[in-house]
Each structure stands twice: as structure tokens, then as C-alpha cells.
């Protein structure tokens, strides 16, 4: 099994919801990210997750809250969000190796998000 | 400080001729190169990479890449291309060691006439 499952592919939410994405992988990864990627432009980081421990934060606003209940799940929890955070929400995985990541990483299709 | 570039936007090439997509790096130590393909409102997907080794790396779908230390560059390649491969590509590298951090190029869009 090498997928990486995100769930809603869409939502649209207003900017006084809360919402929640979702991420599943059971390759046995112990890295998991969060990226951001606007149209036609590459992927930002937003979070990694190590071992279930949060290991980098890019400096997210607080309305985008993570979380990793265990090591195959990865939550991207939404609340207040701003027209300009409409994107799309791609989450990987990765082999973890000593603090770091030296292998692929494997993208789920992602969640398209439109905040209204 | 580590960097990728991907010098041209767009490639066009006519279905059954040679593909090139450019990618060129800056890094400290030893790369870790990347190529992801990106189709339509979909995820990325792992091409291909170069670790150490042979400096001709094979990938999916065909595709490989020539890593070339004295001109730094990594260039996507595919023999004959077909429509199918028209999509979004993107050159990566590993922002240093120890890291979980990765640079992306801009992407370029490879569009593959019939």
C-alpha cells in the first residue's frame, strides 16, 4: 500500500466555520507534512510532524491548527479562516531517518479548500 | 543556502520527440535531487531521485534524469513523449542534511503536441 488519503477532496467553508482535513498513510512513515500550494506555483511548507511530535511550524497562522492523533493519521484543523487561505492542501509522508528525511515523499491527491 | 531553479515556464514538444525539462541547483554537501509530476487538481508524484550513484537515474513512466555535478544541473528527460505527459514538473532538492525540509523549483509546464 503506498497511498497517502485525504479527505474531503473539497470544501468550502465560511470564514466563521470550523472544519477539519484529514490525512491517512500506512506505509509505516513516521514523517508526515502539511504543504500549501497555490495555482501553478509550487508547494509551501506548512507543518511536519516526526515521530507524532510536531518538528516544524513554517511560521502558520493560528487559524490552521495541526494535529497527529498516531503515526498513520495527520489532522489540519481550520478555523477562522480568510478568503486568501483558499488553496489546496496537500499532505505527505516520508521514512524518517535521525531528525531528518532522505527519501521521496509521497503526496496524497490533496483537499481544495474555498473559503467564502 | 540551498536553491533550485527551473529556468524555463513552459516546455512544448511534439508527441514522439525527445523531452527535456531543466532544473539546476545550488546546494552544501551532497544533493538530494527530486522530480515530481503534477497532473490537473491532483497530488504531486515522485518521478524519480538522485541520492549517489550513477549520475543516469531511471525512473516512472519512462522518464530519467542526468545529473551533472560540474554544471550543476539535473535535467528531466524522456526519449519520446506522448500527450499523456503533458502536466506540471517540479525539481526538488533537499534544503541540507538532517532535514525534513525539501526546495521546490517554480515548475514547469511541459505541454506534449499531438
Known amino acids: 500500500d503506498t497511498e497517502v488519503t485525504q479527505t474531503p477532496k473539497h470544501l468550502v467553508m465560511g470564514m466563521t466555520n470550523k472544519k477539519s482535513l484529514k490525512c491517512e498513510q500506512h506505509m509505516g512513515h513516521r514523517a508526515m507534512y502539511w504543504y500549501k500550494q497555490k495555482a501553478k506555483k509550487p508547494p509551501e511548507l506548512m507543518f511536519v510532524?516526526?515521530?507524532?511530535?510536531?518538528?516544524i511550524n513554517e511560521s502558520v497562522p493560528s487559524r490552521f491548527s495541526p494535529e497527529c492523533p498516531n503515526s498513520s493519521l495527520l489532522n489540519l484543523h481550520l478555523h477562522a479562516l480568510q478568503p486568501e487561505d483558499s488553496a489546496l492542501y496537500l499532505c505527505?509522508?516520508?521514512?524518517?531517518?535521525?531528525?531528518?528525511?532522505?527519501?521521496?515523499?509521497?503526496f496524497g491527491e490533496g483537499s481544495r479548500l474555498t473559503v467564502l | 543556502a540551498q536553491s533550485v531553479a527551473q529556468p524555463e515556464d513552459q516546455v512544448n514538444v511534439a508527441e514522439g520527440n525527445p523531452l527535456t525539462v531543466k532544473c539546476t541547483y545550488s546546494?552544501?554537501?551532497?544533493?538530494?535531487l527530486f522530480w515530481y509530476v503534477q497532473y490537473p487538481n491532483r497530488g504531486l508524484q515522485f518521478l524519480l531521485k538522485y541520492i549517489t550513484g550513477d549520475n543516469l537515474v531511471k525512473g516512472s513512466y519512462g522518464f530519467e534524469a542526468e545529473f551533472n555535478k560540474s554544471q550543476t544541473s539535473f535535467h528531466l528527460k524522456k526519449p519520446s513523449a506522448l500527450v499523456s505527459d503533458s502536466a506540471l514538473y517540479f525539481c526538488?532538492?533537499?534544503?541540507?542534511?538532517?532535514?525534513?525540509?525539501?526546495?521546490f523549483g517554480t515548475g514547469t509546464r511541459l505541454k506534449v503536441l499531438a
Open positions: 546546494v552544501s554537501g551532497n544533493p538530494y
Open positions: 505527505a509522508s516520508s521514512q524518517d531517518t535521525s531528525g531528518g528525511t532522505t527519501g521521496e515523499l509521497f
Open positions: 526538488a532538492v533537499r534544503d541540507g542534511a538532517g532535514t525534513y525540509k525539501y526546495i
Open positions: 510532524y516526526s515521530y507524532e511530535k510536531l518538528s
